[in-house]
């Protein structure tokens, strides 16, 4: 008997599960890509997966890029990652022996619209970031959380995970916990978990290291004594691990603050660390190596940004540029 759908997509999502360590989040999508690839290949009658083609694989594609019951069609993103995760699965499959062919090798991917990441102004993120106004603990912890994103430029999920011994003093900084103005007030580096479970060290600054040492001082503590203990570094009100939705309602309120009408998210601070960092001479390699890319054609996106920038202060300034 041969290989139905559903088989071989429980094969692979056991395999990305255990081999490559993907997170929760990235098993649901792809555990929905592969479902909706299966009811897809119900419709063309094709039980087995050794009967798919790349001509069946580009029909899906193009199928895919339809528009559904008159509404859009899927993003170029959509299908790409959907297209992505099945090519895998038979990859898979293919090395593993259990079908006679790969399909999806000679089946390429539509093109993705290059989109440039949006940041904000220097001046706005001063601004998102004095919206935090206040001496309670929530107040601190809230300055520490959005000054820690910028200052570091790490996911939201990767700061809510941080846990207290992710947090380093800078050189000279001495013991972080026994007097934690002193250790962090010059800044110090976080150590990050990023996809796949991979590890880097991030530094962070001044700012943020003022930010943090308040929190953990006057703010901290009171908020952990309300649960049942927790090793997180940002908690919330009733002692437990500060969630991402949370973080992201603490960016939102601070935006709305700050009078900031185009929409805030956390990877809007994200993409404001990386684009400020290049416009002030930092070398792409490094951005690449603090954001956690896997490939530096990731970062230099961002460099696209900056030359916009160079090209508009030059039309402004050059007397002979128009």
């Given amino acids: 008997m041969g290989v139905t759908a559903e088989h071989g997509a429980e094969r692979y999502l056991r395999h990305v ?48 890029a339809e528009p559904v019951d008159g509404g859009r069609a899927l993003a170029a ?33 539509p093109k993705r619209a290059q989109r440039l990441p949006k940041a904000l102004a220097l001046e706005e993120v001063e601004a998102l970031l004095a919206a935090v106004a206040g001496e309670d603990p929530v107040a601190l912890r809230d300055r520490a959380l959005l000054e820690l994103l910028y200052a570091s430029g790490a996911r939201v999920s990767e700061v809510t995970a941080l846990d207290i011994d992710d947090l380093i003093a800078g050189p000279g900084g001495g013991d972080a916990w026994e007097d934690p103005p002193t250790a962090l007030a010059a800044g110090g580096f976080i150590q990050v978990t990023g996809k796949g479970s991979k590890q880097r060290i991030v530094p962070y600054g001044s700012f943020a290291g003022r930010a943090l040492a308040a929190y953990l001082v006057r703010a901290r503590p009171e908020m952990v004594a309300r649960g049942r203990g927790t090793p997180a570094l940002f908690v919330g009100p009733r002692g437990a691990r500060l969630s991402r939705q949370s973080a992201w309602l603490v960016i939102r309120a601070a935006a709305d603050r700050a009078g900031i009408t185009a929409d805030v998210s956390p990877h809007t601070l994200r993409h404001s660390f990386a684009t400020h960092l290049l416009a002030g001479g930092a070398d792409v390699r490094t951005v690449q190596e603090m954001l956690g890319h896997a490939s530096v054609t990731t970062t230099q996106i961002y460099t696209q940004v900056t030359a916009d920038t160079l090209r508009e202060h030059y039309l402004m300034s050059h007397p002979r540029a128009r």
């Fill in 17 to 64: 599960a255990l081999e490559l360590g993907l997170s929760a989040n990235s098993r649901s999508a792809y555990r929905r890509d592969l479902t909706a690839y299966a009811g897809w290949l119900g419709t063309r009658g094709i039980a087995d997966l050794a009967e798919v083609t790349p001509e069946t694989l580009s029909a899906y594609v193009a199928e895919l």
């Fill in 77 to 109: 993103a959509s299908i790409t990652r959907r297209l992505s995760t099945v090519r895998g699965m038979h990859r898979f499959l293919f090395e593993e022996g259990l079908l006679p062919a790969n399909p999806g090798s000679g089946v390429r991917t």
